[in-house]
């Protein structure tokens, strides 16, 4: 199967680069995702090996901060039939679950970000779906192309 590529939306106060940097192998499950569409994108399209652009959101300036390589693809979230968990829900069924997570392990994090500014500077992406007006998923495709050229992006700063 070709590689994908991906981008993955988190709030540096919940949850960032460096939390990940910081976790044992550098590997963390993506949990607490609670849209459909991201859901099915979990669920159904990310698989090990496939690429991810690590993105900061909701914070004073929005940027690619690294990148991570999926290391399982698709599986049940165990978080929402944890009633202890933040991502609990109570609707969700262990036999038939309703959410899914991916993990994900650091690749490299960025010396400088690439900040949704940059991003909407260049030219050649200017057709991403980040930067679509109404882009909200947390869990979004990614060209190729778009993801190469922000690792390049990264490495010109």
């Known amino acids: 199967m070709a590689v994908k590529y991906w981008l993955m939306k988190t709030e ?4 960032s680069i460096d939390d990940l940097a910081r976790e044992k192998d550098q590997t963390t499950c993506w949990e607490g995702v609670r849209n459909y569409q991201a859901r099915n994108t979990l669920r ?4 090990e ?3 991810v652009l690590f993105y900061h959101s909701a914070c004073k300036e929005p940027a690619v901060v690294g990148t991570a390589v999926v290391t399982r693809g698709g599986y049940p979230d165990s978080h929402a039939f ?6 609990y829900d109570k609707k969700s069924d262990p036999e038939n679950p309703t959410w899914f997570m991916v993990d994900i392990k650091l690749d490299q994090k960025f010396e400088k970000p690439v900040t949704l500014a940059q991003l909407r500077d260049r030219s050649a992406l200017k057709g991403m779906v980040l930067l679509q007006k109404g882009s909200r998923l947390s869990v979004q495709g990614v060209k190729k192309k778009e993801f190469d050229t922000i690792v390049k992006m990264a490495s010109a700063t």
């Open 12 to 15: 540096p106060t919940t949850y």
């Open 44 to 47: 159904d399209d990310i698989q």
């Open 49 to 51: 090996g496939d690429r």
């Open 82 to 87: 944890d009633r202890r968990s933040k991502y």
